[in-house]
């Protein structure tokens, strides 16, 4: 099994400008999870998918931020206009029932 | 309160000794506990979980579940180098897949 796949892996962004992140989950898993990680606020769940169905969106910071999973194989997490308070690592996860699997991580860089 | 916090500092030990860390959570009806191991620069990798209380060992590894006292603690027996990592608990909870990390305990095992 490849494990969760995630591109790119390195985004170096100017402020304004729209970034598109890509999630590939684990085959079989039902629920996709997309975290951001900083030294100051550690991990924060942003959105969570159920059968490609968005389950809970209370952590996108704001409107800028929108997600989609339009089948069980792949799903999105754009940020237009980004912004530098924007850079942190993004994890995408996948997994079923409570366990869940981590991709390699976005590490995203908006000047 | 926090929903899941993970206090102690930098924890720092000799090879071959114990590494003990502790977790503690805010909402009773918590199910599912976790425990993820965080290389610098990796992304998190699922080592335990435990649903039950009492002791669960997998290999060097041991969790500890009381939900009475809502607390899960991380044992790694015979530390070696290669444990050197950020370990972050994190807990579920029933009804829903979404988990709640805490910010994560650095571990340095010494040569």
């Known amino acids: 099994d490849a494990g969760v796949i995630q591109s790119p892996r390195h985004e170096v962004t100017e402020m304004g400008q729209e970034v598109t992140l890509r999630c590939k989950p684990i085959?079989?898993?039902?629920?996709l999870f997309w975290y951001r990680q900083t030294m100051m606020r550690g991990l924060e769940l942003l959105i969570y998918?159920?059968?490609?169905?968005?389950?809970?969106d209370s952590g996108m910071p704001e409107d800028r931020f929108s997600a989609k999973m339009p089948n069980a194989s792949f799903s999105t997490l754009k940020i237009q206009p980004s912004e530098p308070r924007d850079s942190a690592v993004y994890f995408c996860?996948?997994?079923?029932?409570?366990?869940?699997?981590f991709g390699p991580g976005t590490r995203l860089t908006v000047t | 309160q926090k929903e899941v916090e993970q206090n102690s500092g930098p924890l720092s030990v000799p090879e071959g000794a114990i590494a003990s860390l502790n977790c503690t959570y805010s909402?009773?009806?918590?199910?599912?506990f976790f425990w993820y191991r965080q290389y610098s620069g990796k992304s998190p990798e699922l080592i335990m979980f435990?649903?039950?209380?009492g002791d669960k060992e997998d290999g060097r590894f041991t969790a500890q579940l009381n939900k009475a006292s809502q607390y899960v603690s991380l044992l790694i027996r015979d530390s070696q180098p290669s444990d050197s990592a950020t370990y972050l608990c994190?807990?579920?909870?029933?009804?829903?897949?979404?988990?709640?990390f805490g910010k994560g305990n650095q571990v340095v095992v010494i040569p």
């Open positions: 996860a996948s997994g079923f029932s409570y366990e869940q699997y």
């Open positions: 085959s079989g898993h039902n629920s």
């Open positions: 998918f159920n059968n490609n169905v968005p389950i809970d």
């Open positions: 909402d009773r009806g918590s199910q599912s």
């Open positions: 435990i649903y039950s209380n």
């Open positions: 994190a807990v579920g909870h029933y009804g829903n897949n979404r988990l709640a």
